[in-house]
């Protein structure tokens, strides 16, 4: 396209974005306004994309990470062909493909879940990452951001990232038009500021006025001619661009325009002009289907073993048969054991230093390009990057993440390195899979059932060594239990997961010494949950006596209760968890200080066997 049509399509993409936003009665038009020409240069001129098959490895990657500004791409798909105009009216209406938002699980053109901003740029450096260096792929990465969401930390960790990583397969166009939801930005429209930010994480950046469509088409070429540095365009912009009575204007964000009409006037009226988008470059998938027969790691019974010991063996087997697993961790690796992959498998294992929100962007950046990321740091640190688990989950990503050093079982290290919130921050997340082993066998066989999972999977591991209990060949389906104690006598029954279980053993060995008999369940896979157990378990005994090193909010306890959530009496029930601020203990003190070790254990089944009535 020459300037003159470079400048009607970017027109035409404000004409429908006005008008799927008048016909949703919502949305943000001048968002999208403001971006039109940056969208149109890159549409037409740059962007190599075949959307019939938007699985092509070559493709280049598209992320729309001010995610508001949906009704641009939705006018974007519809110029190249990909929606019709029937469609793109159907914006924000129930059924419709064409969310406030947009995600993965409706449109296969969109690669990430975006909308909570800042999340974007972190996601791309994923992508380019998986490019670059797994897949060896031409392809580019373009992300189109807002100037408001720099101010976001996470930003800035994918900025330090892509600039160590040299990723010059990336780049960001900062669409910098100067007001943010109730007013003026940070920086306004100071390009030089953002330059400065950009230049100090070693990033090229142009600077240009957005909507000079020839100066954008130069500025995307010197981006693709740049080497060993990504690139951010730093593109002035005017929000609400093209009509009068709303452009620059504040207290417009997240609105239809006023008269939407009119503005279809006054933008030239409604065009039906289409880009044929150029085709990607040939290429192909490196990595390779399940080979070979899987070795897991063997120890024998009554071994110690620590959980994040035969989560780190487990992965580098794993790996060893699946060239598609990767490993990525938050500089962490020698206590989280992801240095045994690292070591195994160094091409595949990335190392995202003290940055989680970027380490988990990048885990759903490789799972976009079809990698099996497994993401591990100290389960304390993962709260941070909580929105990122939850968006992840909102675009339907496939990720595994590991927690190690959880719980007050630790020791000394006090209580900021001790996950306490983990499960209930997983449990909640929509469609996740949270599995907490007490020993090496299981933790291998989960470590290994993860990669077949759909949605979040977490996996809780344990810094302290524990008795192996199980035999190499023991299976351990996801959704299920191990009864380790039980007879026709049992008269309470304690559910027990990672290093709870062992205490619980304990104290079933000395409750039996005293003619009680304790059934004990080893729950280690905590969402879903085994209901059929669980229930069995409460007909048979009466009394249930959850123990976890965990809040007792939303952990373990909880997640027994949800196997009687169908209506049924919920049997009589005693949760033990860490209701107290820990400081610095050794692990053996840290678990009686907690009131969640044996002879806790074995106190609260003795006062619920003598209040519990006898048949």
């Known amino acids: 396209m020459d300037t003159a049509e470079l400048t009607d399509l970017g027109q035409q993409l404000r004409v429908d974005s006005v008008r799927a936003a008048a016909a949703a ?60 105009d029937d469609e793109l009216l159907t914006f924000r209406t129930l059924g419709s493909r064409l969310e406030g938002h947009p995600t993965p699980r409706r449109l296969p053109w969109v690669e990430t879940a975006t909308g909570s901003l800042g999340q974007g ?13 797994l897949d060896r792929s031409a392809a580019r990465v373009w992300v189109l951001c807002g100037d408001s969401e720099l ?64 100066a954008v088409d130069r500025a995307c070429a010197e981006a693709l001619s740049t080497r060993g540095q990504p690139t951010a365009i730093l593109a002035r912009t005017i929000k609400g ?21 009119a503005a279809i006037a006054e933008l030239g009226g409604i065009r039906g002009l289409r880009v044929r988008v150029h085709e990607p470059a040939d290429a192909r998938l490196l990595h390779s289907v399940p080979t070979g027969r899987l070795d897991l790691p063997r120890w024998e019974e009554g071994e110690e073993v620590a959980t994040r010991d035969a989560y780190g063996k ?52 490789m799972a976009t390009r079809g990698w099996v990321p497994y993401a591990s740091t100290f389960a304390a640190f993962l709260t941070r990057a909580h929105d990122f688990v939850r968006m992840a989950s909102v675009g339907g990503a496939g990720i595994n993440l590991v927690g190690s050093h959880a719980g007050v079982a630790i020791g000394q290290d006090g209580p900021s390195q001790m996950g306490l919130e983990d499960l209930a921050m997983f449990r909640a997340v929509h469609g996740s899979t949270v599995l907490y082993p007490c020993d090496a066998h299981q933790t291998a ?30 299976e351990f389906p996801v959704g299920g239990s191990k009864v380790l104690r039980s007879s026709g006598r049992d008269r309470v029954t304690v559910v027990a997961a990672g290093v ?11 409750l039996a010494g005293e003619g009680i008999a304790v059934r004990v369940v080893d729950l280690y896979s905590v969402k879903p949950v085994d209901r059929a157990v669980l229930r069995r378990a409460a007909e048979e005994t009466g009394c249930l006596l959850t123990v976890e090193d965990h809040h007792e909010e939303g952990g373990l306890g909880d997640a027994v209760l949800d196997a009687f959530t169908d209506g049924r009496p919920v049997p009589r029930l005693v949760r033990l968890a860490v209701r107290t601020m820990p400081g610095s203990a050794s692990p053996r003190e840290q678990l009686h200080a907690a009131g969640i070790d044996a002879d806790a254990i074995a106190v609260s089944a003795r006062l619920l066997v003598e209040h519990a009535v006898v048949p």
């Open 121 to 133: 740029l972190p996601v791309g450096v994923g992508i380019a990452l998986a490019a670059l260096r």
């Open 25 to 84: 009665g919502s949305g943000h038009p001048t968002s999208s306004m403001s971006a039109a020409d940056l969208m149109a240069v890159l549409l037409a001129h740059h962007l190599r994309y075949d959307f019939d098959r938007p699985a092509h490895p070559g493709n280049d990657r598209l992320v729309l990470s001010k995610g508001h500004a949906s009704p641009l791409l939705y006018a974007a798909y519809k110029a190249a062909g990909a929606i019709g």
């Open 314 to 365: 487990a992965l580098a087997a794993l790996g060893t048969v699946r060239e598609d697993v990767v490993a990525l961790d938050g500089e962490v690796s020698d206590s989280t054991r992801a240095e045994y992959f690292a070591k195994a498998h160094p091409e595949r294992f990335f190392e995202c230093y003290i940055a989680e929100q970027q380490l988990v962007a990048a885990a759903v950046g």
């Open 241 to 261: 661009k093209g009509v009068a009575s709303v452009q620059d204007r504040e207290g417009l964000h997240g609105k239809p325009l006023p008269d939407a009409e």
């Open 151 to 214: 101010a976001e930390g996470s930003v800035w960790e994918a900025a330090e990232h892509a600039g160590h990583e040299h990723l010059d397969n990336l780049v960001a166009i900062v669409d910098v038009n100067r007001l943010g939801q109730r007013g003026p930005t940070r920086h306004g429209h100071d390009l030089d500021a953002y330059a400065r930010r950009f230049q100090a994480f070693d990033w090229h950046t142009v600077r240009v006025d957005g909507h000079d469509v020839d």
């Open 500 to 510: 709870t279980v062992h205490e619980a053993l304990r104290a079933a060995d000395a």
């Open 445 to 474: 066989r989960l470590v290994t059932a993860m990669a077949g999972l759909d949605g979040i999977r977490y996996l809780r591991t344990s810094r302290g060594a524990g008795p192996v209990l199980y035999g190499p060949d023991e």
